[in-house]
């Protein structure tokens, strides 16, 4: 039985949730015992399109994940929406379809767009105003209370450290569920945002290695205040250091027997992915079964 994502964040345990990015990374993590997933935007380019996360995926690639793990998973499903996929008409639209195809937390974002992964340089971002109304209208588009918005500020790096705080003040005001302040730069600025704010709305940290944020354990993120740690791209670098060395692996020597050891075999991934148990259900309607 899903968890309600609304109540689970009044309690004091931090919520860390992976980043994933297809149906088998969401299935693992949901074998691996984690209450909910993060679909990152980033990893969502770096494996769909095999390019940086610089605004080049759509409302419909994203959309087509959620149906996707929706579809295999029971799992809550925090969803990075960029920017909405533009102005507040694209907002009202993306919040319908995500929400409708089972996304249970739609983060937006107030980057100008094209936008950017938000621990690159070079972002830029949309006025208060503008970013104001997207959060509006995701909160008057959504069909329930049980959805929540969650509004990313990453002015931190435009407009500085003192501004992203204004922001974030404005985007609770407008309805936002959740506060997320991209990109803060130390330690301090980290127990600067949880005294603010802590108790007011959830907050998110964002754990990206080699980032500009500081990464933290969830134990001392709690500490902090944080109610979520996400680790977005971990799971996508992970990957792409396995099959890195496992092609090199393969290229060298021309067979997979030196990495035997650190795969799955035909029956261990098929176990994994509960092909005994599809077959068998399927076997049950043959004939005309029930």
Not at 3 to 14: D, G, S, T, V, Y
Not at 277 to 286: C, Q, V
């Amino acid at each position: 039985m899903m968890i309600n994502l609304k109540a689970r964040l009044q309690q004091p345990e931090i919520l860390l949730a992976p980043g994933v990015y297809d149906a088998l990374s969401a299935l693992m993590a949901e074998q691996a015992g984690f209450e909910a997933i993060y679909i990152s935007g980033a990893s969502v380019a770096y494996t769909t399109l095999g390019r940086s996360d610089v605004g080049l995926t759509t409302f419909t690639e994203v959309n087509e994940k959620i149906v996707e793990m929706r579809d295999r998973i029971q799992l809550p499903i925090i969803v990075d929406a960029d920017t909405g996929f533009g102005n507040a008409l694209n907002t009202e639209r993306t919040v319908r379809g995500f929400e409708r195809n089972g996304a249970n937390v739609i983060q937006l974002e107030d980057q100008s767009f094209p936008k950017r992964c938000g621990h690159l340089d070079g972002k830029t971002v949309v006025s208060t105003a503008e970013m104001v109304g997207k959060i509006k209208a995701a909160v008057n588009s959504r069909h329930s209370a049980d959805t929540l918005i969650m509004a990313r500020t990453d002015a931190v790096a435009v407009e500085g450290f003192e501004q992203a705080l204004e922001r974030a003040e404005q985007y609770l005001l407008a309805g936002a569920d959740i506060l997320f302040i991209e990109a803060v730069r130390s330690d301090e600025q980290m127990r600067i945002v949880n005294e603010r704010f802590k108790g007011r709305a959830p907050l998110l940290a964002n754990m990206v290695e080699g980032g500009k944020t500081p990464v933290k354990s969830t134990a001392a993120l709690q500490a902090l205040g944080y109610s979520i740690a996400i680790f977005p791209g971990g799971t996508v670098r992970s990957v792409a250091k396995t099959l890195q060395t496992y092609f090199a692996e393969l290229k060298a020597t021309g067979s997979t027997d030196g990495f035997r050891d650190k795969m799955f075999d035909f029956d261990g991934l098929n176990g994994l992915i509960g092909t005994p148990e599809l077959l068998a259900r399927g076997k049950r309607y043959e004939g005309g079964g029930e």
